[in-house]
Structure formats: C-alpha cells, structure tokens
C-alpha cells in the first residue's frame, strides 16, 4: 500500500470567515473559497478544507467538540486504492466514491478517505548555508535573507490526534496500513510514517482520555529554519498567537513553531525534518521537555542595542 500522507484534513468549523482569515494569513492559498468555506493550498497543491459545522456535505463529527472531520490520505495508483479497500472491508465498510477514492473509518472512528494522491511535484531549491569547512551553498553576492523573501508552507507534513488507545491505534495503522514505527514517546505514543514517504513523520499519537479524542495540531513543511522563523514572525504581527516555539525537536529532528487556532487545533511550521528508510532502528524515550525538543526559544520583539536593554532584561 503506497500511502504518502495526508493530501487534505477537512474541518467543520464555528465561523467560517475567521478560519479562513487565519488560512489565508498563515500562508495558504484560497482555492474556490466563498462565504461556505473551501479549499486552502499549500505550493504542492495539499492543504486545508473547512466548512460550517452544520453543512450536510461534511462526514459527521466525532463524539467530541473537537473540529476535525476526515483526514484524506493521498496513495500513489489506483491498485493502492484497490489494496486497501481489499484489506479493510473485511471488518468495515468501505465506500467507493465516483471519482474512485474510497471512504471508512479507522478503529477509533475517525473519517478517512484515500485517493490517488493530488500533490504537485515540487522543484524549488531548499534553505542554503555558508559554513566554514564546507563549500558554501550561496554565491559570492548571494545574501541569505531579505525583508521581502517569500516563506510560505510547501506541502501537508503530518497530523498529530489525540486517542483513548494507543495500541488500538497502532495496530490499525501499522498492521492494516503498513505505516512504520520511527520513534516513540513513553506516555505519549509512536511516531509513524507511511511506506510511500520517507519523513520521520507523517502522523503522531497522543494518549489522551475519551472526551478529548480529535486532532491536537497538524504541521506544514517551510524551506528551511529561517523561512518557519520569517513566516512564524510574520504571522505574529498579524495578530495571530504562538503557542509553543520557536525550536527544533529531538525526535524527527525537525524545527518547529506552533500557533493556536479557531479550528480548534494548533498549526505549525515545521522544517528540516529527518528521512529514513526500512533499516532505521526505532528509539524510545519518556515523554517530557528534554525529550520533547533539543532548543526553545521565546518570540520577543525586535531590539538593537543602541535602543536600550533586551524586551524582558533584568535591569
């Protein structure tokens, strides 16, 4: 089963013009949007979905107050859609849409929908470092950062839900999916990755109890640490919360900033995420601060030193 990841997760929301501010303003591209809500686009053509909580066309809700209602996984062919339907409609039931892609719900009841994956392939050069030791990436003349430089998000890089089992999860995921386990964080739960994807990561669990079942955040891949930190900043003067960041994880080694949300979830910029294959060793670690992130950082304003001491100095 070739599954890449998540090509759309779709919401059902309370106000449809403040998601769709906050969509637009965190970097994605409004497809066909109107007063109903709509598509949000990442460069790749992946992104964001959402309507009114009460529009018929969305799947139902889950039994909780969290937003999310179906996460659409993208997969390489149609024999991959014919693959997974074979395998899970023999505990469930699996509709087959007009357009081929197939809809069920996994073991915890959330709404998934596979399809022939609708990504663009992207050729766009990454972040470039100058180190010394190194050739340098940049040329001479070639500056590395400017006030207008776009940074905005490139694909859907993963989802993170909160579940009542951990194993349940797992199971469905890896034995039914073929997902694979890179990491895992005791207390917490595993990171996974599908076959047809090379991320550290595209989905991650957390335990959590029964009422708070739903999506905790969900990520979108930058062209490098200083486009999530121009991004990331830019967003904030705009008005818009950070939650937690700016760092850099262990796990996944990937440098991430979250921001809260009126979608009911966080949403975060992630960058430089570690690839692995089929012969990478899955660690584990008790969830906590140190395992959680290597740095952490405080988003403060802007300061020189000619304008007095730092914002939050001890004088």
């Known amino acids: 089963m070739n599954i890449i990841g998540p090509d759309y997760l779709v919401f059902g929301v309370d106000d449809v013009a403040a998601c769709c501010e906050y969509l637009d303003a965190f970097g994605l591209k409004p497809t066909d949007v109107t007063a109903a809500g709509g598509l949000f686009e990442a460069l790749d053509g992946t992104g964001i979905i959402i309507r009114h909580k009460s529009d018929p066309s969305l799947p139902p809700p889950l039994p909780t107050s969290n937003m999310l209602r179906q996460q659409v996984y993208g997969v390489r062919s149609a024999e991959d859609l014919d693959a997974i339907e074979a395998e899970l409609s023999r505990d469930r039931r699996v509709a087959r849409l007009s357009d081929g892609s197939i809809e069920l719900k996994d073991d915890h009841g959330f709404e998934l929908k596979f399809q022939v994956t609708i990504r663009r392939e992207l050729v766009m050069p990454a972040e470039k470092i100058n180190a010394p030791g190194a050739p340098a990436q940049r040329r001479p003349n070639e500056i590395g950062v400017w006030e207008e ?134 660690r584990e670690a008790p969830m906590g601060a140190e395992a959680s992130q290597i740095v952490l950082f405080e988003m403060r304003e802007k300061w020189a030193p000619t304008g007095g001491p730092p914002p939050g100095a001890k004088r």
């Open 149 to 282: 430089m776009p940074a905005l998000p490139r694909t859907l890089s993963h989802v993170v839900l909160f579940v009542p089992d951990i194993d349940i999860a797992t199971r469905f995921y890896c034995d039914r999916l073929g997902f694979v386990i890179t990491d895992t964080l005791t207390g917490a739960g595993p990171f996974l990755r599908p076959k047809a994807n090379d991320d550290h990561h595209t989905l991650f669990f957390i335990r959590t109890p029964e009422y708070m079942k739903g999506c905790e955040h969900l990520a979108f891949h930058m062209g490098g640490p200083t486009e999530l930190m121009v991004a990331g900043t830019r967003f904030v003067k705009k008005g818009y919360q950070s939650f937690w960041g700016p760092g850099r994880h262990k796990f996944g080694s990937n440098w991430f900033w979250y921001f809260n949300s009126p979608l009911g979830c966080h949403f975060e910029y992630d960058a430089d995420m570690d690839k692995h294959d089929d012969s990478w060793i899955a």
